[in-house]
């Protein structure tokens, strides 16, 4: 069963900056495209970013471009999100995600199979 751990949430200051990391277990990880997305109390969740299952093809959400960095390390099973000049807007539970092997990477969230718990970002003014 594939289990999916975010850490590295926290509360920040507008401008400041966090990196979440997810580790994966009991999956074939370094076959799998991963996605970050976050959910604001009383929103929808929302695309963050996505990489492809090499590493070599990301996306991001227009709102975190230039400013968010979605990476792996495929020996240590993990993603990582580094996000830089953070901004309120920004406060939410972020999620990351993952679709079953060799498949494309997506910014909608019903083509990802296994989620894990989240970790709350909150970036003050």
């Known amino acids: 069963q594939v289990q999916l751990v975010e850490s590295g949430g926290g509360l920040v200051q507008a401008g400041g900056s966090l990196r979440l990391s997810c580790a994966a277990s009991?999956?074939?990880?370094?076959?799998?495209?991963m996605g970050w997305f976050r959910q604001a109390p009383g929103k929808e969740r929302e695309f963050v970013a996505c990489?492809?299952?090499?590493?070599?093809?990301?996306d991001y959400a227009d709102s975190v471009k230039g400013r968010f960095i979605i990476s792996r390390d495929n020996a240590k099973n993990t993603v990582y999100l580094q996000m830089n000049s953070l901004k309120p807007d920004d406060t939410a539970v972020y999620y990351c995600?993952?679709?079953?092997?060799?498949?494309?990477?997506?910014?909608?969230?019903?083509?990802?199979?296994?989620w894990g718990q989240g970790t709350q970002v909150t970036v003050s003014s």
């Open positions: 995600a993952q679709r079953s092997p060799y498949r494309a990477t997506s910014k909608y969230s019903t083509d990802y199979d296994y």
């Open positions: 009991g999956g074939i990880f370094r076959s799998t495209p």
């Open positions: 990489i492809s299952w090499r590493g070599g093809s990301t």
